[in-house]
Structure formats: structure tokens, C-alpha cells
């Protein structure tokens, strides 16, 4: 199993990037979103899940960034809008099959992608 993300970069404070994570070799029930700040230990961002397209989002993120996933081709997409210079992170995607109540937790994800880095200057 393998998860393949892209569309970090550098954008100016208020400004928006869109992040892509495919995976290839299975599905999963849960595909979300994490990061990690330089010195801060990785946190949840946002999870999507299979059925019914549910979705989550960490406190910090929600109204501006928008989580999706296309079951057909096995991806999942993170729109970020309004970027802020403390959502400057490595952002990593991942996917898991934990039960609701455990969705945020990091190590409840059995794959992650390489992480791609997101660098807000304000």
C-alpha cells in the first residue's frame, strides 16, 4: 500500500493551496489529513470517511479547510483557504479503518503518505 501526496508549496498569509493524496493497493474506510509544525508533534487536521462521505476537522481548520475524497480513484483532497502563518507544517496524508470515536488519532492510521510541506508567510 502506498499514498502518494503533492500540492504543498509557499503562498502568502490569506491565501489558499490544495493538497492531493492518492493511494494505490487498497481503500480505506477513513482517509484524512495530519501535519506537523517544526518542534510541535503531528496533529489531526481533517478525515473523510468511506461511507457516507462524513467528514471531521480539528477545531483550528474548520470553515476554512475542506476535506474530500473520490472513491473511484482512490483520493483524497484537502482544499485550504484563509492560510494562516501556524498552518505552516509538513502535511501528511493517511489511511485507516478505525471506528468513529478514534478517527483523530494518529495511531489508529496503518499507511502515510511522505508528507508535503506547507510554508505560510504572513
Known amino acids: 500500500v502506498q499514498l502518494q501526496a503533492s500540492g504543498g508549496g509557499l503562498v502568502q498569509a490569506g491565501g489558499s493551496l490544495r493538497l492531493a493524496c492518492t493511494a494505490s493497493?487498497?481503500?480505506?474506510?477513513?482517509m484524512g489529513w495530519f501535519r506537523q509544525a517544526p518542534g510541535k508533534e503531528r496533529e489531526f487536521v481533517a478525515v473523510v470517511r468511506r461511507s457516507g462521505g462524513y467528514t471531521y476537522y480539528a477545531d483550528a481548520v474548520k470553515g476554512r479547510f475542506t476535506i474530500s475524497r473520490d472513491n473511484a480513484k482512490n483520493t483524497v483532497n484537502l482544499q485550504m483557504n484563509n492560510l494562516r502563518a501556524e498552518d505552516t507544517a509538513l502535511y501528511y496524508c493517511?489511511?485507516?479503518?478505525?471506528?468513529?470515536?478514534?478517527?483523530?488519532?494518529?495511531?489508529?492510521?496503518?499507511?502515510w503518505g511522505q508528507g508535503t510541506l506547507v510554508t505560510v508567510s504572513s
Open positions: 493497493g487498497r481503500s480505506f474506510m477513513n
Open positions: 493517511a489511511g485507516g479503518d478505525a471506528i468513529l470515536s478514534a478517527i483523530r488519532e494518529a495511531s489508529m492510521y496503518r499507511s
